[in-house]
């Protein structure tokens, strides 16, 4: 039975009343705009949409303790960029290369690992690392009113989906347990595969070379690769998740795209167009041109973690 005051983290007011009202749209038997279980789909980004990423996306903190890991086995990576940056805590540096190029620095320090390892590793990390600034595990750094919007969804017949530039493996490793959402509903950035087959055991391992980075307009493309539907809902961040929530809005009949804005400097951060590694500028500026709805983080949330 569906909770008679769902999204109890949320606070009343135009972002919840539209989530509320699209739900019921969708839902109602007989009504002008029921859409069939089957159709009914809602991708959300997940670094700063489902949980937190300043200063830095969780997955960069992984990869840069591989690179300690592996500097201990190769010293001469502490004379070369971008392992000298990450060694020495550069940001400023680490920022300079852009998304993709720290995502692929991320990837290449797992190179000739299995996928099933990565995850092993992966979990036990997320087990005991926490966040430098919030002290909570990183894993735990997820945004109570976004869970409960996830669960209220699939509650009411919405598969949820995870589409982002993150690693899916990585995010993977956790999306269970964090959102609710199993592993084969992450889209995520991704490296090539070589198949390994010797003796009795056959494997997938890590290459170093990107497959697909999964930002922009790779998002709409992943989801008609992966899901061949057209979302319902979509909810990101940034310019970077705006062609998703576009696409989304594309499509005949009720849409709904949820545009959420950092605007908490006490309880969380308060940023946008400045945090160069996935910038909110255009998004945010033609938020009504785009009808996107805009979350405040500070207006809208009554708790964040």
Known sequence: MIDSQPLPSWNDGAAKSAILDFVARMTKDGGPDFTPPAERVATFDNDGTLCCEQPLQTQ?????????????????????QPFKAVLEH?????????????????????????????????????ATA?????????????????????????ENGFKTYIVSAGGADFMRAFADEAYGVPREQVIGSSVKLRFNAGGDRVSLSKLSEL??????????????????????????????????????????????ALLLHHDDAEREAAYDREFRLSPLSEALDKAGDYGLTVVSMKRDWKVVF
């Not at 960069?60 to 070369?80: C, I």
């Not at 009113?145 to 669960?151: N, T």
């Not at 008609?224 to 909810?235: D, E, T, V, W």
């Open 60 to 80: 960069f903190y992984f990869a840069f303790g591989r690179v300690k890991e592996l500097a201990v086995k190769d010293p001469t990576m502490a004379a070369r």
């Open 90 to 126: 550069d940001y400023n540096t680490l920022f300079g290369l852009g998304l993709q190029a720290l995502y692929e620095l991320a990837f290449a320090t797992h190179a000739g690992i299995t996928d099933e390892e990565f995850v092993e590793i992966a979990r036990g990390w997320l």
């Open 130 to 154: 926490k966040h430098p600034k919030i002290g909570r595990l990183f894993k735990e750094c997820v945004y109570r009113p976004q869970v409960e919007l996830l669960a209220y969804l699939r």
């Open 211 to 256: 497959n697909i980075f999964n930002d922009r307009e790779a998002k709409p493309l992943s989801i008609g690769l992966h899901i061949g539907r057209r979302p319902l809902l979509a909810f990101g961040n940034s310019d970077g998740d705006l062609p998703m929530m576009r696409y989304t809005k594309s499509g005949a009949g009720p849409r709904l």
